[in-house]
């Protein structure tokens, strides 16, 4: 996939996800056979949240793993969901309200690149399936250490290509041909919001590619692990103590 195609400006992200914000929960559940709960559950599992501090999801959208987040914490742990589409943000918000969790989790509509937080503040910062939309990959996840303690964890879940040569042909297939024609058929998204899905994940790195970016910018003790035979992964890594 020509990257040149791919087309990350904020305005139109930003409409993009506002426009599929209605259908987007059930999108992700119906065209990942709901693996995409256990993604995030695994999530919380292998990042678990240890000690006080709170805990960031960058890309939030409708909340998914903030809510994932207060789960694994036992609604103990104060939970922040940014995210700068407003769409998506007061679908998130409704899901809030009605588990009444208004004074644990709170929603912020903010740009992953330019973060309105002070430096050092998070135990954990997260993202799910956001970063490869930010438009300058290495600001967002400069952004998000900027923001984690010193000893606090960055994790990044994000889609990955299959190694396997037949797993990986399928699922090629059905990611290139089958998902972007439900998806769009259902979402009926003006900006073709499903066929640019998988296209963004074929032009963005993984794997170790992935990994390497993150030591680069300054994390440490950095560990990948492929989920679901590599359809996505979990990077982690580690802010150095000053």
Request: with cysteine.
């Amino acid at each position: 996939m020509d990257t040149a195609t791919i087309d990350k400006r904020e305005d139109r992200i930003r409409g993009m996800f506002g426009h599929i914000a209605p259908t987007y929960d059930f999108l992700n559940h119906f065209l990942s056979l709901n693996i995409d709960k256990w993604w995030r559950r695994k999530t919380t599992q292998m990042v678990p949240p240890a000690g006080d501090g709170p805990i960031l999801d960058l890309c939030t959208g409708t909340g998914d793993l903030a809510l994932a987040y207060d789960r694994a914490a036992k609604g103990k742990t104060p939970i922040v969901g940014a995210d700068f589409c407003h769409e998506m943000l007061r679908i998130a918000q409704k899901k809030v309200d009605s588990l009444k969790a208004n004074d644990r989790i709170r929603l912020i509509e903010a740009d992953a690149q330019k973060l309105p937080f002070p430096d050092n503040h998070f135990q954990i910062v997260t993202v799910a399936f956001g970063l490869r939309n930010v438009t300058d990959t290495d600001r967002g996840l400069s952004e998000m250490i900027r923001v984690a303690r010193p000893g606090g964890r960055v994790a990044v879940l994000e889609f990955s290509q299959p190694r396997n040569r037949v797993f990986g042909g399928l699922y090629r297939f059905y990611f290139r041909h089958v998902l972007p024609r439900l998806g769009q058929m259902i979402s009926r998204s003006k900006d073709n919001a499903y066929h640019y899905l998988p296209a963004s994940v074929m032009e963005f790195p993984d794997g170790e590619a992935l990994a390497e970016r993150m030591r680069r910018l300054g994390l440490a003790e950095v560990r990948w692990k492929p989920f679901t035979f590599g359809v996505a992964t979990l990077y982690i890594g580690v802010k150095p103590k000053e």
